[in-house]
């Protein structure tokens, strides 16, 4: 089998992740298990869409349990002395400006399984996240979008 890779998460994702699961295991479960025992009492289930319903979310729910594991099995801890700020890295908290409009934007740089765009948390496997992955301040990078090449320029890296 091959090696499980290791995914480096911050404290805050680590909580997230832990939560999910532990909401996930002890209140969806039992919930969707209540949907399916009253979709059975209605009658028939070969017609019941109630219960065609509650066995997908069922399904789904184990599933990203069974994700949600294999994931946390996997989860290494980011420590602070690992985020730098001499280059951009994992856990780097990286403000950006738009070569062409000068727009700023801020993101920081976590793993995909903590990527968030609303919340300014891009993944080190995204476009931009690869572009500016170990690169220093100053540094102009090219990024390719849906709608052409953006050009960004790196203005501070920090913790």
């Given amino acids: 089998m091959a090696e499980e890779k290791e995914v480096l998460l911050t404290k805050e994702g680590l909580q997230k992740l832990e939560n999910e699961l532990e909401n996930l295991k002890s209140v969806k479960r ?21 219960y065609e319903d509650a066995k997908n979310e069922q399904a789904f729910i184990e599933g990203r ?13 980011m420590e602070d002395k690992e985020i730098r700020t001499d280059v951009v890295s994992l ?3 990286v403000t ?8 700023e934007i801020s993101v920081t ?3 995909s399984v903590e990527s968030k765009l609303r919340d300014g948390k891009i993944s080190d496997e995204s476009p931009v996240g690869k572009a500016i992955l ?5 540094s102009n ?12 320029k790196i203005i501070k890296v920090e913790k």
């Avoid at 025992?37 to 869409?49: H, L, M, R």
């Avoid at 349990?65 to 801890?77: F, M, S, Y």
């Avoid at 950006?96 to 727009?103: A, C, I, N, T």
């Fill in 30 to 50: 039992q919930e969707v298990a209540d949907r399916i025992k009253q979709a059975i009492a209605f009658g028939d289930i070969s017609e019941n869409s109630e």
């Fill in 65 to 77: 349990i069974l994700l949600l594991e294999k994931t946390l099995k996997n989860a290494r801890l």
């Fill in 91 to 93: 856990g780097s908290k």
């Fill in 96 to 103: 950006l400006r738009e070569v062409k409009g000068g727009r």
């Fill in 109 to 111: 740089i976590v793993s």
């Fill in 134 to 138: 170990g690169k220093k301040v100053n």
């Fill in 141 to 152: 990078v090219k990024v390719q979008a849906p709608a052409g090449i953006i050009q960004y």
